[in-house]
């Protein structure tokens, strides 16, 4: 069999790790018009069926739309309750906030603090950068 054996004196498929992935992802503006996106970074790393994102993009927008990042490099669960959310920083004064990724998805919402959906407009001529991990089914 192919893979590590972590912790165990025996081969068992319990005990192997068989899927790990290290890779550049491409972030979308999810078909939304009047966004432009400058990827400055995007990477991702898969370890069985957890997925950790990097990311760093600049922001140019006047659409007021919801911001909805595109292009996950895997679908995210399906499972009832595997959702993620994790935070992000940019330079504007609209602050901190709040990534997260639904079920059954390949795209991450962009949130405030309070849950409230972010308009691309917020980000014109900033950056997010974040890191968030989710579940795949793959």
Known sequence: SQGIVLGATSDTSANRL?????G???????????V????RGASYTKIGRCVVLRFYIGITATSSASCIIGGLPFTSSAETNEFSVGTFNHNTSAGEGLCRIGINVNTINALSTNNNAKGWNQFNNSFIIS????FTDS
């Open 18 to 22: 068989e899927d790990y992935e290290e």
């Open 24 to 34: 550049d992802w491409t972030p979308t503006n999810n078909g939304t018009s009047n």
């Open 36 to 39: 432009t996106l400058d990827v």
């Open 131 to 134: 890191t968030i991990s989710y």
